[in-house]
């Protein structure tokens, strides 16, 4: 078994942490000794064991001399649990595998440089892009107190979200509507502007597959979205998150909304007369702790989030239809010239459906320094 094979599933089994971990990052771990998995383990939920705990228990002996291959440095901070090097030292692991690097750099490589230390053999960076980009949202988040944003699109053929009329329902496929639910349940939060909820009156839920429901965040600067729209007055009205202005907080429309369990959180101005975005995100992180989110429209919110320079990941769903005259996904972002347009960078194409799913990111994480020093079994 190659360090590459192990370090696939490990990455398998971080994925049994979704939606359950944040803000924590998702990780899985696998000791392999005499060339075969004897042990496996992933971290479970929030305040659970890490996946090295996990895994070094269910080896017990078997751990002496073995090989222990994490997808993410092992922590030597004190957390929620004791740190996780400690414990591998004293688990006799001969050889640590590890995908990446802890990309809080008040940590990064100290958990390394304690396993050196103690003449244990470390290899950085197997499989460190996919490590990575399981756990973008938390790295973004560690590093900048801001959570990842990812905004969604579903589109016709030639750009258009909705008809001239506002009618937007059904322009993508079921599978695609199954891919934003999965993202939903993957994301903390999916959040909406207020023309979203006045013109679609969505539950923001997931429904399509199994998982967690997100918190849902809607912008409403003046408060005048109906009471009883459903993500006020549905079962999950206490995982709604309203931000509004210091004014709007005052209002008796506010008080009753508090009382029935919806969060209020209380947002500036900017210069325009819309909630300040940024600071929107940053206090959902300060406040809920949330780490990512899924922005899902409107075209008002999808532009602001441009020009504040606040997506980091785009997920487009096109259907094969032409509309001609309709409504545009970024209508309120404009430039001048062909120089100051936002660009992104190609992850993914794929199928979904009868639709095209493309991924797309803000810029490309740079991997492949550490990539060119790792050939063999050796260290980088
Ligand atoms: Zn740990």
Redesign the pocket.
């Known amino acids: 078994m190659t360090d590459e094979h192990a370090m696939r599933r490990a990455l398998e089994l971080a994925l049994r942490g979704t939606g359950r971990v944040s803000p924590n990052p998702r990780v899985g771990c696998v000791i392999v000794k005499e060339g075969r998995i004897v042990a496996e383990g992933w971290h479970a939920a929030y305040g659970a064991p890490?996946a090295?705990?996990m895994a070094l228990e269910q080896a017990g002996q078997e751990a002496r001399g073995a090989t222990l291959v994490v997808t993410l440095e092992?922590?030597v901070h004190e957390g929620k649990?004791p740190?996780?090097v400690p414990r591998i030292l004293a688990s006799g692991v001969a050889r640590v595998v590890i995908g990446m690097l802890d990309p809080n750099p008040l940590v990064a490589g100290k958990g390394v440089e304690q396993l050196r230390q103690a003449g244990v053999e470390v290899r950085i960076g197997v499989l460190e892009r996919e490590c990575w980009w399981l756990n973008r949202y938390f790295a973004k988040h560690i590093v900048s107190g801001m959570p990842y944003v990812v905004g969604k699109v579903a589109q016709s053929l030639d750009g258009c979200i909705a008809l001239p009329n506002g009618e937007s329902r059904w322009i993508t496929g079921e599978e695609s509507r199954r891919r934003v639910h999965a993202l939903r349940t993957e994301l903390d939060a999916v959040l909406v502007g207020k023309n979203t909820v006045f013109r679609d009156n969505p539950h923001l839920t997931v429904r399509a597959v199994p998982g967690r429901q997100p918190w849902r965040v809607v912008l409403d600067t003046q408060l005048q979205l109906p009471m009883m729209s459903f993500v006020f007055a549905d079962e999950y009205r206490e995982r709604t998150i309203l931000c509004t202005s210091p004014a709007a907080l005052q209002t008796r429309k506010a008080e009753t909304l508090r009382h029935s369990g919806v969060q209020l959180l209380e947002v500036p101005i900017d210069e325009e007369g819309h909630l300040h975005l940024p600071t929107v995100f940053r206090r959902l992180s300060e406040q809920f702790q949330i780490a990512s989110v899924l922005v899902e429209g409107g075209a008002a919110v999808l532009s602001s989030c441009l020009r504040h320079r606040l997506l980091d990941e785009l997920h487009v769903f096109i259907a094969p239809l032409v509309i001609g005259r309709g409504r545009h996904p970024f209508e309120g972002w404009a430039v001048e010239s062909l120089e100051q347009a936002w660009r992104f960078s190609v992850q993914a194409v794929l199928h979904s459906g009868d639709d095209i799913h493309v991924i797309l990111l803000r810029e490309q994480p740079v991997f492949a320094e550490r990539e060119r020093g790792n050939g063999g079994t050796g260290d980088a």
Do not use: F
């Open positions: 890490h090295e705990i092992p922590c649990t740190p996780c």
